[in-house]
């Protein structure tokens, strides 16, 4: 079984003015086990075909992941942002199933 260490993104919605709602980004370092790993290809409806993966990774959750498993938007993995599609709790850890290629809201890079 191959190792895993890697970021986990979690959205959280803040209130920037009243009644005005942005998500913001939060990633934390994880590590724990890569489970199942598997790749590919789709055709999509562009020019390239989707690239879609099915792993499964096991982490060893800490209380911030067990109480923001809802928020849980994205796994950063071999250099590539992997949409998590379900989340499986046998605490105290946390198996993430991902999947198609996250192109949701990230943090910003630091100045």
Not at 28 to 35: A, C, F, Q, S
Not at 88 to 99: A, D, H
Request: glycine share 10%; hydrophobic share 35%.
């Amino acid at each position: 079984m191959a190792k895993f260490c890697g970021k986990l993104g979690f959205e959280i919605m803040t209130e920037t003015s009243p009644s005005v709602w942005t998500p913001t980004i939060t990633e934390k370092t994880y590590v724990g086990d890569l489970i199942q790993n598997y790749r590919k290809l789709e055709n999509g409806t562009g020019i390239n075909d989707d690239i879609n993966i099915s792993n499964d990774i096991r982490i060893v959750a800490d209380p911030y992941a067990i109480d923001h498993i809802h928020d849980l938007r994205y796994v950063l993995w071999r250099g590539g942002y992997w949409k998590v599609s379900s989340v499986e709790v046998n605490y105290p850890s946390l198996t993430l199933s991902i999947g198609g290629v996250y192109n949701g809201p990230r943090p910003s890079p630091a100045a």
